[in-house]
């Protein structure tokens, strides 16, 4: 949470705030059959397009299927081998076979995984279709519906059930077309997700749904849990009505992050208290810092001068820390143990940040290995509570390219971002928020929950988050910064 608000502070001047206000377009969300999904498929695997067959019109000279393997493009980019272009009138087939050994009945729910740039729906009709097997015709998933005007944007298309008709004779086919000769498209992604009966989640994927190069044996390595029934949540960190949690038990949301503590500092949830929130069917993630301390936290005197790093930009009363330090653990391990003894479903990781705010040389490095320092420290989470209980999830907040490194997919169970499209009703379109965007449905393409946290209250600006929050695959919630209330979105969240 802060570290977003120390980004925005750093790039953003009030002025902009404003500029950036006036001057935002938000996506034409239209009418149609095919609405992206608003649940993700946390445990999928993803199938990769083996054969691009042009049945009329053509593609891009060079171009080929490779580049529908993986998402690499947003906003308005342009690299030319890393898409497949579309000539106006076109219809190509796509074929997904399934991994060897899996059975057609195995797969229990599918969804078709889009990035595409071109035009709105409203000026041509591109359609994503399925074969099926049993009727032995072409069935409609969706359409550019979800778009906006020649910017690349992704969505997730679920495939009516039962999904076994559409791989029972054979791969799965996918059909995309235009009956129109308006204009061209482009397509970055087109791949197809699986759920499979008893899905183990232990083999994480990448994007491009290769083994991730961390995974190990699982005897040193934490396994990851696959999520089930989490398609909301709110986020709650301060001013708890009467110090309880009857207004997050009375919600409908699925999924709730909640301070280890009612306070703050060391007045912390009771195990009978987490357990009254999750007998409402529930799942419960504790808060708490990783990368750095505030002055109020009862631990702030356990913490040798030396291992602090300075004041956080815009909160004096909180300092980075040496995260890599062997001091530290203690701390964060007794957090993790305050967690489990409580009850709580997992843990929810603030100021991975840390390590890309501090100075680059401060563990007398640089910034890569700074990023490797945390990724060790999250598996070494990891590990620890799932030795405890192996039902724990780790969840980090931000920093997503984290991505990119060895052993960061297998020691997460999810990921939350903040600010994926808004900041106190002020658009996220700066370079680094379409960075975040892209390594968060990286994430999210190997099989992990991701949610997103957004913070408004414009009617317009909420609307558009959960739109493309879930045309993303990722789970919306919006909300103020100040995170001190549940906030119910009208039609949005669940009433």
Avoid at 428 to 445: G, I, K, L, P, T
Avoid at 450 to 469: E, G, I, K, P
């Amino acid at each position: 949470m802060r570290s977003i608000v120390r980004h925005l502070l750093a790039r953003w001047s009030l002025a902009l705030f404003a500029v950036l206000t006036a001057c935002h377009e938000l996506p034409e969300v239209e009418e149609g059959l095919d609405e992206p999904s608003a649940t993700a498929l946390v445990s999928a695997q993803t199938l990769t397009c083996s054969t691009l067959q042009v049945l009329r019109g053509s593609i891009g000279s060079g171009q080929g299927v490779q580049a529908l393997s993986t998402q690499t493009l947003s906003g308005t980019e342009d690299r030319w081998a890393e898409y497949v272009e579309f000539a106006p009138n076109s219809s190509v087939t796509c074929s997904y076979g399934l991994p060897q050994g899996v059975s057609a009945s195995s797969v229990q729910e599918a969804e078709v995984g889009i990035n595409y740039r071109g035009p709105l729906r409203s000026e041509m009709r591109w359609l994503f279709e399925a074969w099926d097997y049993d009727a032995g015709s072409w069935v409609v998933v969706g359409d550019n519906t979800f778009a906006r005007s020649w910017a690349w944007t992704s969505a997730s298309l679920q495939l009516p059930s039962p999904v076994s008709r559409f791989v029972r004779g054979g791969p799965f086919k996918l059909r995309y077309r235009t009956e129109s000769s308006a204009d061209a498209s482009l397509l970055d992604l087109l791949v197809v997700r699986v759920q499979l009966a008893g899905t183990d989640a232990g083999s994480p994927t990448t994007d491009a749904g290769t083994p991730d190069a961390g995974a190990t044996d699982a005897g040193t390595n934490p396994t990851p849990v696959p999520w089930t029934g989490v398609s909301s949540f709110t986020y709650q960190l301060t001013e708890y009505a009467n110090g309880r949690l009857d207004q997050i038990a009375g919600s409908k949301f699925d999924l709730a992050v909640i301070e280890l503590s009612r306070d703050g500092s060391s007045d912390y949830f009771r195990s009978d208290e987490i357990a009254a929130v999750k007998a409402t069917g529930k799942q419960v993630l504790s808060y708490f810092e990783i990368g750095a301390i505030e002055e109020y936290r009862p631990e702030w005197d356990q913490v040798p001068d030396d291992l602090k790093l300075g004041a956080v930009d815009g909160w004096p009363d909180e300092q980075y820390v040496k995260y890599w330090d062997e001091r530290w653990w203690p701390i964060v391990q007794g957090r993790i143990d305050r967690a489990l003894a409580a009850g709580f479903d997992g843990c929810y990781l603030d100021m991975v940040v840390t390590y890309e705010e501090i100075p680059a040389n401060s563990a007398g490095t640089n910034r890569d290995d700074l990023a490797r320092k945390m990724v060790a420290l999250i598996s070494r989470i990891s590990q620890y509570a799932k030795s405890k209980n192996p039902s724990f999830r780790v969840m980090p907040q931000n920093s997503p390219e984290l991505v990119d490194y060895a052993g960061y997919l297998q020691a997460i169970d999810g990921l939350a971002m903040e600010d994926m499209y808004w900041s106190d009703d002020v658009a996220c379109s700066q370079d680094w928020c379409e960075e975040n965007r892209r390594n968060a449905s990286r994430v999210r393409a190997a099989g992990k929950l991701v949610l997103s946290v957004d913070y408004a209250v414009q009617a317009a600006h909420v609307a558009d988050a959960y739109t493309r929050s879930r045309a993303a695959g990722f789970v919306p919630y919006v909300t103020v910064r100040a995170l001190d209330r549940v906030t119910v979105n009208a039609g949005w969240d669940p009433q």
